[in-house]
Each structure stands twice: as structure tokens, then as C-alpha cells.
């Protein structure tokens, strides 16, 4: 495996100045604020051109003097982002800057394992290649649904991924695709893709709160994802809403995803479907045996009571828990995002309305709650984000 990697710290901030896009020598200059002379900035441009991490791209218009060159990141960069989900798998391929150049997704399921999982990964990535948008890859970025340990690149007894603890994911990975790569939450990868690319870019401090099939948060502090002593920072899923609640897939009691989250309300739709309750649930799972999260989102849009219903109920639960970390966390924004983020505004009303009204005053008084504006490609972007960080790092 031979990657190309920044040679010391002057060249790894010159690089993570070019991800936002091709610069002139002298705006390379102004925006260093490690005390480089120009002489200095520009043996280590040139240095970063002979290592192929960047190279010149013409000319900048004058500022009164000579015309300064331009620098970009080397168009041959490319990194892998990898978003493993419960139901499904998200690959795209990038360039140096993270603009996606090809994006394929599969449906999967988690609870297979790592090998048919993997397997689906590799020849998903395989058929990027195919397109041509590759020849080697400079990295690879994994996001996976479950607590991670960041500093070996594994999960660690993550509740809906049977067969994954402690499985070397980011050595496999690496190995298979001879590049570097970087293991993450998935929820912390859709942060970093916020961050870079989203609603969150002017933002160093917020909240993203994911509700997929679990619910999870990212913590972004400082325009950095805290992870905690151990990676598990944010695993606000599994924090308890009610004593005497549910049983929730990790073993406890009461906890906020076994309340809500796609597992949680698809359970909730097909009680109410097969109670009769609902008429447009019935119908859907007389139709297919089945109903989701998304049918729900769909009779709520037909009017369905008992679908608004299930809707509210669940914003209300992740507004309480969300109220607590907003007093206590003090974000500049929380970004609401993931499949069942995509039940829409009367998620985000129910959720805006416990918020502002159990915080305190002085945390919420500027704080935006919005949805997400990135989507499906929030976890690659992130995931293109965290191993361009590691890459371009000394």
C-alpha cells in the first residue's frame, strides 16, 4: 500500500485549505496562520506537487502586481466513502475536494454479518471502479450503526449488528482496498458531511440527532466530533425515557429507541393496522404484510390521525431528551436528520415545541432546529471527510 501523505504540519494545513477548492499562492498566504514566510509557503507547494497532492492550476487574477499561481489538490485523489447501514449500504466515490463523483446504494442487512455485508461493500465499490472513476484509491472512509472504538477501528457490542463485535473493520477494509481508512459511528460521519457540506458549515458547535432505525446523535464541538473517553459519546438512543417502558434491542428497559426510530414505529404502525384503527395502515399491510416508517409518513400525509399521532408521540420523546442536552450542551444548531427525519415537518413541529419549551430560555433563544438539507449523501460525505482528515494530516 503507498499513499502519499503530507511530509509535516505546514503541508497538512496547506492541504486542508485546497479541500474547499483551488487557491492562489498569495490567498494561501493570507489564510496560514502558522507563521510561514512566503519563501516557506512556497517550498511546501512545491513540495506537495512532487508528492502528487497537488499541482498547479493556472493563474489568479492580479492583485495589483504579478499574477499569483494557483494551487488545487491533484485531480487524481480519490477516497471511498462507505455508509453501512441497518437496511442498507451507501458507496460513493470522491475526489480530493469531496464533490461525489459516482454514488451506489444497496438495500442489506445488518444482522447477516461482516462477510456477506462486506462482500456487497467490495463489489459496490468494484462497480465504481468499472465506471472509471478510480484507478487507485487514496483512502476509505466506514461509517457502521453501533458504538465504535475509534482508536482500533472496531465496533463494540453494537445492539443491532450481531456478529460485528470487535471485528477488524477498519484492518479489513484497509487491506482489501490498499489505501488507508477510518472506522466511525454512522452518526458522527453525517455530522462531519453537515459540517463540510450542509446546513452546519458556519456552525462550530451543534447537535445532529439521527433517527433511522435507532436514534443516535453527533456532537460537534469546536468544529469537532467529540467522541468521548471511549467512542461512545452521543448514543442517545439508549438513554431511558420510562422506567416501566419496552423492552429496547440493547437489553434495557424504557429507552428512547424503543420508543422511536423505524424498528420502533413500524411496530407501532402494524399494532395500529391490525387494531383497525387506522384504515390506510390496514390497507398497506393487507397489501404487502408489512408496514414501515415511510407508510406511516404516507397516511400521516393523507390526513391519518392515528399516523400524525404515532408521529407526534415520537417527536415528543426525542424533544424531552433532546430539551435535557440542549440546557446542557448550550449548541449553536440542531440538525435533524436520517430515514424517519423525512416524516417531516410535523416531526420537526413536535420536536421544535418540546424544545423551546422545556430548555432553558438563554440556550434556545438563537437556536435553529432544522432538518437536514444533504440527505442520503450526508454519511459519504462524511465518511470522504473523515479519511480526508487523516490523510491530510501530519
Known amino acids: 500500500m503507498k499513499t502519499n501523505r503530507p511530509e509535516n504540519p505546514h503541508q497538512a494545513a496547506l492541504l486542508r485549505l485546497l479541500r474547499d477548492g483551488p487557491r492562489s499562492r498569495a490567498q494561501l498566504n493570507d489564510l ?28 489568479a487574477e492580479s492583485r495589483g502586481g504579478r499574477r499569483s499561481g494557483l494551487v488545487r489538490l491533484s485531480a487524481t485523489t480519490r477516497f471511498a466513502a462507505i455508509d453501512i447501514g441497518a437496511t442498507s449500504v451507501d458507496v460513493a466515490v470522491t475526489d480530493g475536494e469531496l464533490n461525489v ?60 449488528m450481531p456478529g460485528w463485535n470487535r471485528y477488524p473493520l477498519r484492518e479489513t477494509v484497509s487491506q482489501e482496498l490498499a489505501c488507508p481508512a477510518m472506522l466511525d459511528n454512522d452518526v458522527n460521519l453525517m455530522a462531519l458531511g453537515e459540517l463540510h457540506a450542509g446546513v452546519a458549515r458556519q456552525v462550530d458547535d451543534f447537535l445532529l440527532v439521527k433517527i433511522g432505525t435507532g436514534v ?7 468544529g469537532r466530533i467529540y467522541r468521548g473517553v471511549s467512542g461512545s459519546a452521543g448514543d442517545i438512543g439508549h438513554m431511558m425515557v420510562d422506567e416501566d417502558g419496552p423492552l429496547c434491542p440493547c437489553g434495557n428497559i424504557g429507552c428512547l429507541e424503543a420508543y ?42 393523507q390526513g391519518d390521525p392515528v399516523a400524525i399521532q404515532l408521529i407526534r408521540d415520537g417527536g415528543r420523546r426525542v424533544g424531552q431528551v ?17 430515514g424517519v427525519a423525512r416524516l417531516g415537518h410535523i416531526l420537526l413541529a413536535e420536536i421544535r415545541s418540546v424544545v423551546y419549551r422545556r430548555s432553558l430560555p438563554l440556550a434556545t433563544g438563537n437556536l435553529p432546529i ?16 473523515l479519511i480526508s482528515d487523516h490523510v491530510y494530516s501530519a
Open 216 to 222: 443516535g446523535c453527533g456532537i460537534v464541538v469546536d
Open 322 to 338: 433532546l430539551a435535557g442536552l440542549v440546557s446542557f450542551f448550550n449548541p449553536g444548531l440542531v440538525i435533524i436528520a436520517g
Open 260 to 301: 422511536f426510530g423505524g424498528s420502533a414505529l413500524a411496530a407501532q404502525a402494524e399494532s395500529a393496522a391490525r387494531n383497525g384503527t387506522s384504515p390506510h395502515l390496514a390497507a398497506r399491510l393487507a397489501a404487502t404484510g408489512s408496514v414501515t416508517a415511510e407508510d406511516v409518513a404516507i397516511a400521516a400525509a
Open 101 to 160: 463523483l459516482g454514488h451506489v446504494s444497496e438495500p442489506i442487512d445488518i444482522r447477516n454479518g461482516p462477510a456477506p455485508v462486506l462482500d456487497r461493500v467490495f463489489d459496490l465499490v468494484g462497480k465504481l471502479r468499472e465506471q472509471g472513476l478510480y484507478r487507485q484509491l487514496n483512502g476509505a472512509g466506514i461509517g457502521v450503526p453501533g458504538p465504535v472504538s475509534f482508536a482500533e477501528g472496531v465496533p463494540v457490542v453494537p445492539p443491532i
Open 370 to 385: 432544522v432538518l437536514s438539507e444533504l440527505e442520503d449523501v450526508a454519511g459519504v460525505v462524511g465518511a470522504a471527510r
Open 32 to 59: 496560514t496562520s502558522d507563521g510561514m514566510s512566503r519563501s516557506k509557503l512556497n517550498a511546501e507547494l512545491d513540495r506537495l506537487i512532487e508528492l502528487d497532492l497537488a499541482e498547479p492550476d493556472g493563474f
